[in-house]
Each structure stands twice: as structure tokens, then as C-alpha cells.
């Protein structure tokens, strides 16, 4: 799901206009995962949901990965509710009723036209307790004061800028070495206790990550590097790109086809040595999964 599309998204929350089921088409993939859930035939399931989203349930999921909603939803009855238009995109909401549990389900096809979302997986209690309400003001953010800079000073803030973002780019280096060394503990004590963590396969075919974990904080990194050494193997070299913002660095391998990347956020400024990772996505690809993933396209 695009950011485009959630923020879209977003906004038709907050003033719920939403359609009756009949006024937008019902997207085919939708229709045929809604059945498989329902009949409980889950195996193929993995290879067409790609991730979680949070709209407007953050901190209040039910499931945070695609694995995990399937295993929730899966035998249960579900009702349409609405469909929603955000831009060119049409999102669906459901109903879910289980054994032990109703739970609101939202999903969306993918930018690529054939994988799909879930969207707000949530206990319907706590949909309903929490949900926008439609009178709910709009947050105004406080104005911007931007001064006037002399020549001298905005030479000082491009030195400063350009200072910062070699400086964390050396980071991002230190945090590669340091995964393909096999030594990776001192970089997961400095993820921040509330930084999000994610490991995905990416499928060249479908130019879509396919979520395995989320989670936050060092325990969560810990976790999630373990997976990643367990899939990938222990990389034999890396290279991190110099970028002002987001930090991007990628892992080479013996194995032919498998490559892993990271995409991540660091905090601390100057030479700080609390510096912190407040965001890490890993996206890899196995020769094994990328053989699966060709013959599906081929299918």
C-alpha cells in the first residue's frame, strides 16, 4: 500500500465516506482471499497478502503481519461492510466473525495490481472505541518561523548538514560491518525501545516487500537478525549509499540470488555517542524463494 494511498485513506476515515458495497466494483483477488479465508484454505494466502497496515488502529492491531492475520481470520464468517475510494484506489472493509472473537478487517489491493493488504486488523471492540469520529477536529499544526539567514549562516547550516550526513553514514557503515562480521549486538542495543523493526521478502516479480516480522525495539532486532542469519547466511561483504535521510546499505553473499538491504533511520545528532536507530527494514531475497516466486509468475 502506498503512503499516498494511506494517507488518502486517512482523511476518508476521518469524514467516513465510505460507499455501500454495491456502488464500487468488488476487485476479484479481494473476492477469492475473502472465500479462502472463510474456508479456511490458507496455503496460497502467504504468497497474496504483503503486509499490515495501521490507518487509523496504531498501537491496537490484532495481527502485525500477514502470517498472523491469516491465522486469526482463517474458518471465520465475514461480512462486507463498506468500500472506500482513496484517489484511484477502493479499500473494503469486513467484519469477521470467529469462535472467540469479531474483528474489522480492512484490505487493499497493491500498487502492482495483484498482491494485497490488510488494513487495521482489529478486535471490533476495540475498533468501535477507538475509531475518528467524524466531528473530530482537525489537528492544525503550529505555524513555522523561519528566519532570515545571512550568507555566512546559511553557510554554517549547509556545513552542518553536510557534516551530519557523512557523520551518519559512517554509522550506517559501522552498523553493516558489524552484521557481516557476525557481530551485531552492539548495534541492537542502540535500536530506541519504540523503533520499529521489519523483515520482508522482496519479490523482484511483483516489485512488493512480503512481510515476516515486525516488532519494535532491540529485543525485536535481536529476534529478527536471528531470522535473517538462519535465512540468508552470513554475508561476505557490504557497501552503504551517502544519503541525507535514510540510510541504505546492502549485504553480498556467496550464494547466487541471495541478496539482503536495509533501509533504516538514525537519531543523534553531532558526534554524539547516543546515537539510536529509530527505524531498520530489512528486505531480502533467497535463491530458493526467488525460483518460487518465478514460477508463480510464469503460472
Given at each position: 500500500?502506498?503512503?499516498?494511498?494511506?494517507?488518502?485513506?486517512?482523511?476518508?476515515?476521518?469524514?467516513?465516506?465510505?460507499?455501500?458495497?454495491?456502488?464500487?466494483?468488488?476487485?476479484?483477488?479481494?473476492?477469492?482471499?475473502?472465500?479462502?479465508?472463510?474456508?479456511?484454505?490458507?496455503?496460497?494466502?502467504?504468497?497474496?497478502?504483503?503486509?499490515?497496515?495501521?490507518?487509523?488502529?496504531?498501537?491496537?492491531?490484532?495481527?502485525?503481519?500477514?502470517?498472523?492475520?491469516?491465522?486469526?481470520?482463517?474458518?471465520?464468517?465475514?461480512?462486507?461492510?463498506?468500500?472506500?475510494?482513496?484517489?484511484?484506489?477502493?479499500?473494503?472493509?469486513?467484519?469477521?466473525?470467529?469462535?472467540?472473537?469479531?474483528?474489522?478487517?480492512?484490505?487493499?489491493?497493491?500498487d502492482n495490481?495483484?498482491?494485497?493488504?490488510?488494513?487495521?486488523?482489529?478486535?471490533?471492540?476495540?475498533?468501535?472505541a477507538h475509531?475518528?469520529?467524524?466531528?473530530?477536529?482537525?489537528?492544525?499544526?503550529?505555524?513555522?518561523?523561519?528566519?532570515?539567514?545571512?550568507?555566512?549562516?546559511?553557510?554554517?547550516?549547509?556545513?552542518?548538514?553536510?557534516?551530519?550526513?557523512?557523520?551518519?553514514?559512517?554509522?550506517?557503515?559501522?552498523?553493516?560491518?558489524?552484521?557481516?562480521?557476525?557481530?551485531?549486538?552492539?548495534?541492537?542495543?542502540?535500536?530506541?525501545?519504540?523503533?520499529?523493526?521489519?523483515?520482508?521478502?522482496?519479490?523482484?516479480?511483483?516489485?512488493?516487500?512480503?512481510?515476516?516480522?515486525?516488532?519494535?525495539?532491540?529485543?525485536?532486532?535481536?529476534?529478527?537478525?536471528?531470522?535473517?542469519?538462519?535465512?540468508?547466511?552470513?554475508?561476505?561483504?557490504?557497501?552503504?549509499?551517502?544519503?541525507?535521510?535514510?540510510?541504505?546499505?546492502?549485504?553480498?553473499?556467496?550464494?547466487?540470488?541471495?541478496?539482503?538491504?536495509?533501509?533504516?533511520?538514525?537519531?543523534?545528532e553531532d558526534?554524539?555517542?547516543?546515537?539510536?536507530?529509530?527505524?531498520?527494514?530489512?528486505?531480502?531475497?533467497?535463491?530458493?524463494?526467488?525460483?518460487?516466486?518465478?514460477?508463480?509468475?510464469?503460472?
Amino acid at each position: 500500500m502506498s503512503l499516498a494511498a494511506l494517507s488518502f485513506l486517512a482523511a476518508a476515515a476521518q469524514a467516513q465516506a465510505a460507499y455501500p458495497p454495491t456502488q464500487l466494483p468488488l476487485h476479484p483477488r479481494v473476492e477469492a482471499a475473502v472465500a479462502a479465508l472463510e474456508a479456511g484454505e490458507t496455503d496460497e494466502l502467504r504468497h497474496v497478502f504483503s503486509s499490515v497496515e495501521a490507518v487509523t488502529m496504531f498501537g491496537r492491531l490484532a495481527a502485525r503481519t500477514p502470517g498472523e492475520a491469516i491465522a486469526l481470520l482463517s474458518g471465520c464468517d465475514a461480512t462486507e461492510r463498506d468500500r472506500r475510494l482513496a484517489g484511484r484506489d477502493i479499500f473494503y472493509t469486513y467484519e469477521f466473525a470467529c469462535d472467540a472473537e469479531r474483528y474489522f478487517v480492512g484490505m487493499t489491493v497493491d500498487d502492482n495490481g495483484r498482491s494485497l493488504s490488510f488494513y487495521d486488523v482489529s478486535t471490533m471492540a476495540d475498533y468501535e472505541a477507538h475509531r475518528v469520529r467524524e466531528d473530530r477536529p482537525a489537528a492544525v499544526p503550529p505555524p513555522v518561523h523561519v528566519a532570515n539567514l545571512t550568507g555566512a549562516q546559511r553557510a554554517e547550516v549547509e556545513r552542518h548538514r553536510k557534516e551530519q550526513t557523512q557523520l551518519n553514514f559512517n554509522r550506517a557503515m559501522a552498523v553493516a560491518g558489524a552484521l557481516t562480521e557476525s557481530n551485531a549486538q552492539g548495534f541492537v542495543n542502540r535500536v530506541r525501545a519504540d523503533g520499529r523493526v521489519t523483515t520482508a521478502f522482496m519479490d523482484p516479480f511483483l516489485n512488493q516487500p512480503f512481510f515476516e516480522q515486525v516488532g519494535e525495539g532491540p529485543e525485536a532486532m535481536a529476534q529478527q537478525l536471528a531470522h535473517i542469519q538462519a535465512t540468508v547466511g552470513t554475508p561476505v561483504g557490504h557497501a552503504c549509499e551517502l544519503n541525507e535521510w535514510v540510510q541504505q546499505c546492502s549485504w553480498r553473499f556467496r550464494e547466487p540470488g541471495t541478496r539482503l538491504d536495509a533501509y533504516f533511520l538514525l537519531t543523534g545528532e553531532d558526534r554524539n555517542e547516543e546515537w539510536r536507530i529509530a527505524m531498520m527494514n530489512f528486505r531480502y531475497t533467497t535463491k530458493e524463494r526467488l525460483l518460487d516466486a518465478a514460477k508463480r509468475e510464469l503460472n
